[in-house]
């Protein structure tokens, strides 16, 4: 999501005459994106934003101005703690209000040398206001539902991403057409809870995930469609049937469980049991067998005991993820389980992270040597490390290297899988 913030903020500033840097010693506006999920996210933002500082006060010392700003989650949680702790800020915005952009700019060459902050809950969508989506390339994300009212006793998304809001489905018909007129070819639709989509059509009757993709597979030129991250308590029998019935529709879905244990998950305020995460797996994988899933998980949670923790493995071991996220229990000020008792000890949590990621990287590796020798149609969309190299993904969300030319670039091609490491492929082209 904030990829696909900043792709937006950077559409804003070229529409005010902005171009590129080519480094942070040569920009005269620097802005940067935050992430407040995790403690250790939001504490870089400060550590960053101090090196910058020293880059500021050396352009200074050559009479050149820069203007620093913050925008994203951490703002909307400690926009008094910017401006106290790294007074040269000079605005900060939310992630709901980053649309005004240009006005906050405008107002800075009055108040300079002060933080400008803007972290207010709008009445307005952002989307109404932001210049038009572009392709991001072969591939590009489109944001369809933002916000979130599960509150996860861990998360902070509810609190800086406000209340679940979805955009309407012909606004996302519309953006879709335009970035395949551009040249995407693949199309990631993201929603903090993208499964709970719910816009409305023209008519004003509420709208599912399960119809806009259904709308989206059939835009011409358009081939392959995702979408990111979705609930497991929300994933219903119109949404599993698209797995079958939808060819554009990638045979990867991630699904967050976040805890095998059902007294964890009921603590983290989780609608779901892993009974039926499990259920929900075996109906998908019943609608189409060749799905392959990946999870987020959380070890360390207050009040994890060994047995929770295991039962945490023997999901893993039920499912097999071609590919996970895992985290240590990161305590976030203001969100209910930062005041459970039972706290695990940090020892505790770097153990079970362990553990856990071995687990899940075997299963990705089996995974990935079981690719070996098959043909995939990778879509690249990036230069590898070195000259004549470039970077795609199978429909499997695999990594793939490859030495092919740019000409490849931002196109389908079937490959012939020839090596796999836990996060990447390498393969060679089968047909010109
Ligand atoms: N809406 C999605 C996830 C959004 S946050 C869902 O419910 O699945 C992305 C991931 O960050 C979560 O899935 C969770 O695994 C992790 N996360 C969120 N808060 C966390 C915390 N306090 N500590 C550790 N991991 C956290
Ligand atoms: Fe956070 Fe996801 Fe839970 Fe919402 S559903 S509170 S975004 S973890």
């Not at 953006?175 to 040249?183: F, Q």
């Amino acid at each position: 999501m904030n990829v696909y913030d900043s792709h937006r903020i950077a559409a804003i500033l070229q529409n005010l005459g902005f171009t590129e840097a080519s480094s942070l010693k040569t920009a005269d506006l620097v802005i940067f994106n935050t992430c407040h999920i995790r403690e250790k996210a939001a504490e870089k933002v400060f550590s960053d934003l101090g090196r910058l500082n020293m880059i500021r006060q050396e352009r200074l010392a050559q009479g050149l101005d820069t203007i620093i700003g913050v925008v994203g989650c951490v703002v909307q949680a400690e926009d008094e703690q910017i401006a106290k702790r790294s007074p040269f800020v000079d605005f900060a915005l939310g992630p709901l209000t980053y649309h005004r952009l240009p006005e906050i700019l405008a107002k800075i060459q009055k108040k300079k040398g002060m933080t400008l902050i803007d972290t207010e809950f709008p009445a307005e969508s952002k989307f109404d206001y932001l210049p038009d989506n572009t392709s991001m390339g072969g591939c590009s994300f489109l944001a369809i539902q933002e916000g979130c009212n599960n509150f996860c006793t861990y998360c902070v998304v509810p609190y800086t991403r406000g209340i679940e809001t979805s955009r309407p489905v012909e606004d996302v018909i519309k953006e879709a057409k335009k970035l395949v007129s551009e040249g995407s070819l693949e199309i990631n639709l993201l929603g903090q809870n993208v499964n709970s989509y719910h816009g409305e059509d023209s008519s004003g009757k509420e709208r599912n995930l399960a119809y806009l993709l259904r709308k989206l597979n059939e835009i011409e030129g358009l081939e392959r469609i995702r979408y990111t991250t979705s609930y497991p308590a929300d994933v219903d029998d119109d949404l599993i049937a698209c797995h079958k019935d939808l060819p554009k529709l990638m045979p990867y879905l991630h699904l967050p469980i976040q805890s095998g244990s059902d007294s964890i998950l009921k603590a983290m305020n989780r609608r779901h049991t892993s009974g039926q995460y499990l259920e929900t797996i075996h109906k998908l994988k019943e609608a189409n067998p060749n799905l392959g899933f990946s999870s987020d998980f959380i070890v360390g949670f207050p009040g994890e005991t060994d047995a929770d923790f295991s039962a945490t493995l023997d999901v893993v071991n039920k499912v097999k993820f071609i590919q996970a996220f895992s985290f240590k229990y990161s305590r976030r000020a203001g969100t209910p389980a930062a005041l459970m008792p039972n706290q695990i000890e940090e020892k505790v949590k770097k153990e079970r992270l362990e553990i856990l990621q071995d687990l899940l990287f075997s299963y990705q590796l089996k995974f990935n040597k079981e690719s070996v020798g098959k043909i995939m149609p990778v879509l690249f969309d990036n230069k590898g490390r070195h000259k004549g190299q470039l970077i795609g993904r199978t429909p499997y969300m695999q990594n793939l290297h490859a030495e092919l030319g740019k000409e490849y670039c931002n196109k389908i091609v079937n490959i012939k899988i020839t090596g796999a490491t836990v996060n990447s492929l390498t393969g060679i082209l089968e047909e010109k």
